[in-house]
Nanobody, 126 residues
Framework: QVQLVESGGGLVQAGGSLRLSCAAS????????MAWFRQAPGKEREFVAS????????YYSDSLKGRFTISRDNTKNTVYLQMNSLKPEDTAVYYC???????????????????WGQGTQVTVSS
């Protein structure tokens, strides 16, 4: 069992940046594949980025690649999402997700992750 707590969301102007954090309670955090998803009002939850146990490999939604960066610090049990050049269409609730399976081709699917945080709101104004 692992608990995930996101933080760092807020209101930002278009073109600005935010860094989201997700703190995990797991004693074996380094053995969890981690990911970020987001959900805008009236839309399905969508994949943003994921990262392997060691942080050596990362995967991104094609539409976000180059603006968002996922990283992790296994000494702090925390995964991060750096978001740059934010656009109004990035407005959503951002969720942190975790699973004990080694990251593989399933990385972008919501149903593959066993653990979820409560989400943090990101609002980008135009």
């Amino acid at each position: 069992q692992v608990q995930l707590v996101e933080s760092g969301g807020g209101l930002v102007q278009a073109g600005g940046s935010l860094r989201l954090s997700c703190a995990a309670s797991a004693r074996t955090f380094s053995r969890y594949s981690m990911a970020w998803f987001r959900q805008a009002p009236g839309k399905e939850r969508e994949f943003v980025a994921s990262i392997t146990w060691s942080g050596g490999s990362t995967y991104y939604s094609d539409s976000l690649k180059g603006r968002f960066t996922i990283s992790r610090d296994n000494t702090k049990n925390t995964v991060y999402l750096q978001m740059n050049s934010l656009k109004p269409e990035d407005t959503a609730v951002y969720y942190c997700a975790a699973d004990q399976k080694p990251l593989a081709s399933w990385y972008r699917y919501v149903a593959q992750y066993d653990y979820w945080g409560q989400g943090t709101q990101v609002t980008v104004s135009s």
